[in-house]
């Protein structure tokens, strides 16, 4: 069995079509996925996701033409789910409610035909690798456990295997916040430390930034992009990326003419300077996403030189504690600019509602998009 | 490949396939055991009787011809009376016990245990009890004499009254087990909503209550007019050789009397009936779902 | 407002309507003890009903026949409507609507229709009439019955239990033995019991099915009640009401078991 190991990505989707019926739910997907990664696949309801998790895991299969499914460099788009050897854990866990905790996660073990006299061993060495106590809870039937304690389970259950790859569809979904944060940093800590490659669905875009090797943005069945966390953050491809990572505030204007390396635009206004962009055209129309933290507010006379500004008028500031969003109204928009807060007892913020402002940002704090695909 | 995996290769890549090879024993039981008879029931009904017993070949109308005849005309319409009639008390004794049952809280699951008892107890058993109860020298009759309310007994059997109440004691539990089983989701606090709204008891009770429990009320009234249509042995115990239902006239025709095509058409009649009842039902039920819409 | 209490004359009513559903079965199971023959008088504590009923000979032999054929009867029907429950609840497919409808044609059939048109094909087949004829007819009504029951216990159950079996290395038949079938089990039990039931107590169908020499238990009270012949008749039918109160009772404990969708969880 001395096989020399695939050396390509462990995941690779070519082209992958899948349809329900009339339904497409996913169209043309196409990405690797590299050994030891944490990769998450991220959108809304309804974006494709967790349709191209049942891929990887086989219990969808592709359309006749739909493209390949490759799992280390092996064709599997027939390959049924019980000969792929992957783990997984499902979003509701899907414990066995007969069986106790010992069982259940003994229940793939047995499925392999692993000698008897090795099970107990490896059942207690996944427990403690998911920090659950086997003299507690190996006896214990899941009706007796909460919701984090079943989660463990569902996870020491498909890591017992040690299988190439470890999927997770919404894991962390039915858990409370305090108990969602640490499982995400346990959860990353498994992955460097086993070195196993993990494919992690959410919709919940805090926990893929925090998470996440790279992410794969989906919406409306397809790939919006693809990228590591920085990447996806600081420079959204679409407006429906920008939109759905983090805030972005959204500016559009008619290009005027080249100006430097960039483009003068006049719009909202005003007119205002973009970086260059293949796509840009000379009257050519252009959007831009710019994160409320690259925006400043200022008084209308004390705008720094080089930057970006548009005139508004301020709406209202709201407290979130680390930083202050002051909603300002610049045109038809509403415009939010993340101030850090610096206390407000002792150094309170000096704009309020109705005051005259500017919004300004420097022309490469900025990200300009393309349209949704 | 092994066998096993070629075996479920296959009727993975034919999902219809695997459907229909598990339907097909059950089916195949209810189409030979259930339709071909139903539907050789209804060939004879129309063929010519063999007075040696069985049918003849050939096609006569005269079998449902004879339904004309003012002697069996009567006996159906005695039978939809008697099957509305028992309906109709039905409802009148089921709601308000299934209602109580529903706001019992804790004793619910008990209470409701004590009404499918009767429910699942043989029909046979409980026409007897009835019987017993209602002889001539039964408990009732002895109870009042005893009493001195009356002389002698008289007599509750082979009556309109004996054959009535023994169709309501056998299908009261018909109804009150739908009409529970809708209003168990009856959750008190929607009641206590109502009140705290300025609802009077009256009013909660038609407006949140009642609609809760219709569908309930649609499946427990047909639940006990089709067998109450096709009933024969609280007839036979109760009513003697007096009250002849249509049941009793199918059971008669198939025994002493050997006539099966008659027999047969009365069958027929019945699932008429049946069938009627059915369709006013689905006919509710859809109507009742176009208004929640 | 106090919406708790009902009105007393509702409580009331209902107390009499539930007297008027069971008295009358009380009164029978009194009077099997009762030491008279024929006088309603209470006369003393007895079992020499039930006495009598064992040196029955009908009795004894009519009972041993509606045990096995209500045995036969209830593994056969069980098997066949699980299997169609499977079919129906995990799968799309064409002519779904017929078949639903084929399975409500049993309950708005009435038995005695159900029992002549059986009679006519069995004798139109030459098929022998006896216990063999008896069961196939009461596999017939059952089926749809479990079917039904096992259907909607499918329905509360989780499917990623099926799947999270498969990715774990069970195929299908594995996953169906080892996580579908152990869900299924109360509900399987619990439609069993009541099939059984039903065909314990069947008088009407069986009555026309059974031919000259063959005889359920059914049949046999039939006969004693029509005769009228002593408090026996008490005696047997306090016996089938206990069976009948035992298999309920069981099929309800085990209708009941923990429903299968996930529960609310003790607290972290």
Known sequence: MAEAPYAGPVVEFRNVSKTFGNYKACIDISFQI?????????????????????????????????????IDGQLVNTQRPYERQLGMVFQNYALFPHLTVERNIAFGLEMRGTPKAEVPGRVEKAMSMVRLDPGLFARRKPAQLSGGQRQRVALARAL?????????????????????????????????D????????????????????????????????????????????TPFVARFIGESNFFEGKCVERQGDGWLVEGEGARFEVPNHPGLSEGGAVR??????????????????????????????????????????????EVAVAVRNEGQLTRPLTFKAGDAVVVAWMRDDCQVLEEDG | MTVRQRFLRFFHERPHLKAWALLAPGMGWLLLFFVVPLLMMFGYSFMPRNPLGGVDAGFTLENYARFFDPLYLKIVLKTVGYALSCTALCLLL???????????????????????????????????????????????NSTLISLGVIETGFEMLSTPFAVLTGLVFGFVPFMVLPIYSSLEKLDLSLLEAASVLGARPAKSFVRVTLPLAMPGV??????????????????????????????????NQFGSARDWPFGSAASFVMMTLVLGAVTVYLRVRDAGEAMEK | MNTQRLPYWLTLGVAVVFLFMHAPLLVLVLFSVNDSKFSMEWKGFTTKWYERLAERQDIVDGLMSSL???????????????????????????????????????????????????????????FPLGLGS???????????????????????????????????????????????????????ISGAMLAFTMSFDDYVITSFVAGTDAATLPMVVYTMVKKNIEPSINAISTVVLLATTILIFVADRAGREESLTAKKAPAE
Not at chain 1, 215 to 225: P, T, Y
Not at chain 2, 232 to 244: H, I, N, P, W
Not at chain 3, 89 to 117: D, M, W
């Open chain 2, 218 to 251: 649609v499946a427990g009234s047909l639940l006990v007019f089709i067998p109450a249509l096709g009933s024969f042995l609280t007839s036979d115990v109760l009513g003697g050789a007096k009250e002849v239902l249509v049941g009793n006239l199918v059971q």
């Open chain 2, 94 to 140: 089921g709601f308000p016990v299934a209602y109580a049952i529903a706001r019992a809280g804790r004793l619910r699951n008990f209470l409701i245990f004590l009404v499918m008892l009767p429910f699942w107890t043989s029909f046979l058993v409980r026409m007897y009890a009835m019987m017993f109860m209602m002889r001539d020298s039964g408990l009732i």
């Open chain 1, 160 to 192: 017992v295997l040690e299988p190439r790859i470890l999927l997770l569809d919404e894991p962390l979904g039915a858990l409370d916040l305090k108990l969602r944060k640490e499982m995400q940093l346990e959860l990353k800590q498994l992955n460097k």
């Open chain 1, 288 to 333: 831009i996403a710019v994160r409320p933290e690259w925006l400043d507010v200022f008084r209308p006379d004390a705008v720094p030189p080089g930057e970006n500004a548009l005139p508004g008028v301020v709406r209202t500031v709201i407290y979130l504690g680390e930083t202050l969003h002051v909603l300002v109204r610049v045109g038809q928009r």
């Open chain 1, 194 to 237: 086993l070195g196993m490659t993990f494919v992690f669905v959410t919709h919940d875009q805090e926990e893929a930034l925090t998470m996440s090797d790279r992410i794969a943005v989906m919406s409306n069945s397809r790939i919006a992009q693809l990228g590591t966390p920085a990447q996806i953050y600081e420079c959204p491809r």
């Open chain 3, 134 to 188: 008896i069961t196939v007819a009461h596999v017939a009504f059952n089926i749809s019955f479990v079917a039904v029951v096992v259907h909607s216990r499918l329905q509360g159950m989780d499917r990623n239990l099926e799947e999270a079996a498969m990715i774990l290395g069970a195929d299908e038949i594995t996953a169906f033995f080892r996580v579908t079938v152990p869900q299924l089990w109360p509900g399987i």
């Open chain 1, 34 to 70: 590299e050994r030891g990664e944490f990769f998450s696949l991220l959108g809304p309801s309804g974006c494709g996701k967790t349709t191209t998790l049942r891929l990887i895991a086989g219990f969808e299969e592709p359309d006749r033409n739909g493209g390949e499914v490759r």
């Open chain 3, 68 to 126: 096995t054929v209500g045995l036969a009867s209830t593994v056969i029907a069980t098997v066949l409507g699980t299997l169609m429950a499977l079919a129906i609840a995990r799968h799309e497919f064409r002519g779904r609507r017929a078949i639903e409808a084929l399975l409500y044609v049993p309950i708005v059939t009435p038995e005695i229709v159900v029992g002549i048109s059986l009679l006519i094909l069995f004798m139109a087949a030459h």
